[in-house]
């Protein structure tokens, strides 16, 4: 039985990444857009990631 330690280790260092580029994002007119992608592309990564190691630790089986 596997357990979920991976995935909130995971998600601990993702939502590190993700207040560090929020704090050092620099200042001007993109800010807001810059500061968006960014959030987004951890955020999706991190998503992505989560669904294919589930995906692995519980395969869907057909009968």
Do not use: D
Request: hydrophobic residues 50%; proline residues 6%.
């Amino acid at each position: 039985m596997s357990t979920s330690l991976p995935t909130l280790l995971i998600l601990a260092f993702v939502l590190g990444a993700m207040v560090v580029s929020w704090m050092s994002t620099p200042k001007g007119p993109n800010q807001t857009l810059i500061r968006t992608a960014v959030l987004l592309t951890l955020g999706v990564c991190y998503l992505m990631w989560t669904v294919t190691y589930l995906a692995q630790v519980h395969p869907l089986e057909r009968k």
